[in-house]
């Protein structure tokens, strides 16, 4: 079953979100159970009264299993998916209260960031035929400056005065004359004209005052504020493809409507936004107390705990309540395990997954399966230098083999180790692509060999050198 890209994610079942995610992920069949069965629960409450639908809490879900093996990505697909705001963050960028770094509740405000520029980007494409054609409008004033109509009033007798009939007729030869220029325009003739176009550089500084969360950037912003508040409009040349681009990109933000934007950002966020807490294993456990205080364990859990449970963050663009976002978290928990968690927060985390370490077989897979496969990304890299590139099946088994071995004698960083063995295989192909006569390239098992040989035995001497 292929789940095209524009299916209505409404009548999309647990089972199509799992064959769609299956375009893009290999394997870890519970873990994409979980999150279909999470998204589908969603898209059933919001069809459910909402005294009822108020009280139905999200199931958030931590994911554990090595680096490498899709963690992210199964949540990255998911999001992208259902069209939702999505934000990933770092458990161990977090500090406790009181402490100079990243606050806990900035998630919720980079992630009204997201869905503002998400909701901002759709109306602009929305009003983006309406906005060109006001930008054709203003690029043509330019190319032929108005002409005010002759009003009949300033006349005595307009119908036997031959001034007024004279310039009747001159401005109808210019409502003609700047109809021609429009269709030239419009179908590209006048592309290589050049015109001076004057821009507000202080247009939109107050809607974008402090548009990045971190407060080591408000200097930056309060410095270009100040320069584009002194500056005034600005006059510059460009060729008339670029004035019609600049002039659209105006009239968009002229006809969005900036307050329906927000309280369409805000629902966004509340009812449909995913969190993914990257890293929860590195702040689970508790201090010991032997080595002095810790700022970024147990306080960073109890930071995070009233966001998932559901509170409302204040953010510049209003308040909004974190109830109903969805929250996944996970790690690798080799040196923990998710009960070392403060038992409150285990709790917010009723779903509990567990992903399989990549075998050879899983790797041949994310070589060739997915949609944008290592293997297709390499062939169309090369194609723009009329390289063809192709794989022998047991090529692509060598180069799984070794990817396998190497997680299993260094560390196990999962589909990841793919990319580095690539790059490795393929660097003479790459390096030489533009330059060659023989424009197909066979990767065989042999070549595999030969270019791996070496590397691997270095991987195996870095164990023992200092």
């Given at each position: 079953?292929?789940?095209?890209?524009?299916?209505?994610?409404?009548?999309?079942?647990?089972?199509?979100?799992?064959?769609?995610?299956?375009?893009?992920?290999?394997?870890?069949?519970?873990?994409?159970?979980?999150?279909?069965?999470?998204?589908?629960?969603?898209?059933?409450?919001?069809?459910?009264?909402?005294?009822?639908?108020?009280?139905?809490?999200?199931?958030?879900?931590?994911?554990?299993?090595?680096?490498?093996?899709?963690?992210?990505?199964?949540?990255?697909?998911?999001?992208?998916?259902?069209?939702?705001?999505?934000?990933?963050?770092?458990?161990?960028?977090?500090?406790?209260?009181?402490?100079?770094?990243?606050?806990?509740?900035?998630?919720?405000?980079?992630?009204?960031?997201?869905?503002?520029?998400?909701?901002?980007?759709?109306?602009?494409?929305?009003?983006?035929?309406?906005?060109?054609?006001?930008?054709?409008?203003?690029?043509?004033?330019?190319?032929?400056?108005?002409?005010?109509?002759?009003?009949?009033?300033?006349?005595?007798?307009?119908?036997?005065?031959?001034?007024?009939?004279?310039?009747?007729?001159?401005?109808?030869?210019?409502?003609?004359?700047?109809?021609?220029?429009?269709?030239?325009?419009?179908?590209?003739?006048?592309?290589?004209?050049?015109?001076?176009?004057?821009?507000?550089?202080?247009?939109?500084?107050?809607?974008?005052?402090?548009?990045?969360?971190?407060?080591?950037?408000?200097?930056?912003?309060?410095?270009?504020?100040?320069?584009?508040?002194?500056?005034?409009?600005?006059?510059?040349?460009?060729?008339?493809?670029?004035?019609?681009?600049?002039?659209?990109?105006?009239?968009?933000?002229?006809?969005?409507?900036?307050?329906?934007?927000?309280?369409?950002?805000?629902?966004?966020?509340?009812?449909?936004?995913?969190?993914?807490?990257?890293?929860?294993?590195?702040?689970?456990?508790?201090?010991?107390?032997?080595?002095?205080?810790?700022?970024?364990?147990?306080?960073?859990?109890?930071?995070?705990?009233?966001?998932?449970?559901?509170?409302?963050?204040?953010?510049?663009?209003?308040?909004?309540?974190?109830?109903?976002?969805l929250f996944i978290a996970s790690g690798a928990f080799h040196v923990s395990s998710p009960s070392d968690l403060i038992p409150e927060l285990q709790g917010r985390f009723p779903i509990r997954?567990?992903?399989?370490?990549?075998?050879?077989?899983?790797?041949?897979?994310?070589?060739?399966?997915?949609?944008?496969?290592?293997?297709?990304?390499?062939?169309?890299?090369?194609?723009?230098?009329?390289?063809?590139?192709?794989?022998?099946?047991?090529?692509?088994?060598?180069?799984?083999?070794?990817?396998?071995?190497?997680?299993?004698?260094?560390?196990?960083?999962?589909?990841?180790?793919?990319?580095?063995?690539?790059?490795?295989?393929?660097?003479?192909?790459?390096?030489?692509?533009?330059d060659v006569k023989e424009k197909k390239v066979v990767i065989t098992p042999d070549y595999v060999d030969e270019k791996l040989k070496d590397f691997v035995q270095d991987q195996d001497?870095?164990?023992?050198?200092?």
């Open positions: 079953m292929k789940i095209l890209p524009g299916k209505n994610l409404d009548t999309m079942t647990p089972k199509e979100i799992v064959e769609s995610l299956n375009r893009h992920i290999v394997g870890q069949d519970k873990a994409k159970k979980a999150v279909a069965i999470a998204l589908r629960n969603r898209i059933r409450r919001l069809k459910l009264p909402p005294e009822i639908a108020e009280e139905i809490a999200p199931k958030n879900i931590i994911m554990i299993g090595p680096t490498g093996v899709g963690k992210t990505e199964i949540a990255r697909r998911l999001a992208k998916l259902a069209k939702s705001p999505f934000l990933k963050v770092e458990a161990t960028k977090f500090t406790e209260v009181g402490y100079v770094g990243k606050d806990a509740q900035s998630m919720v405000r980079d992630l009204m960031e997201i869905a503002v520029g998400m909701v901002k980007k759709e109306m602009a494409e929305y009003v983006k035929d309406k906005a060109r054609a006001k930008a054709i409008e203003k690029v043509v004033d330019i190319l032929l400056p108005p002409l005010e109509k002759p009003d009949p009033d300033d006349y005595l007798d307009e119908e036997e005065d031959p001034q007024y009939k004279s310039e009747l007729k001159a401005y109808e030869n210019y409502l003609k004359t700047r109809e021609k220029m429009k269709k030239m325009v419009e179908k590209g003739e006048l592309d290589e004209r050049e015109v001076e176009i004057e821009v507000d550089s202080r247009r939109n500084s107050t809607f974008e005052i402090f548009s990045q969360g971190d407060i080591d950037e408000i200097g930056v912003n309060v410095k270009d504020i100040m320069d584009s508040m002194f500056s005034g409009p600005k006059k510059k040349k460009v060729k008339v493809p670029e004035a019609i681009n600049i002039y659209t990109r105006i009239a968009e933000q002229e006809l969005i409507d900036y307050d329906k934007l927000i309280e369409e950002a805000i629902k966004r966020v509340e009812h449909s936004g995913i969190v993914f807490i990257d890293e929860i294993d590195k702040v689970a456990g508790r201090e010991s107390g032997k080595y002095g205080p810790d700022v970024s364990r147990e306080g960073v859990q109890r930071d995070i705990l009233p966001i998932v449970e559901g509170t409302t963050v204040n953010t510049k663009y209003g308040p909004v309540k974190t109830d109903h976002i997954v567990e992903l399989n370490a990549l075998t050879k077989d899983d790797l041949v897979k994310i070589l060739t399966l997915p949609e944008s496969a290592l293997t297709k990304q390499y062939k169309a890299l090369l194609s723009t230098d009329g390289v063809e590139i192709e794989f022998e099946e047991k090529a692509i088994h060598k180069i799984a083999e070794y990817a396998e071995k190497i997680n299993s004698t260094l560390e196990n960083i999962g589909a990841r180790r793919l990319h580095t063995i690539m790059e490795k295989v393929l660097e003479d192909v790459m390096f030489e692509a533009p001497l870095g164990k023992y050198i200092l």
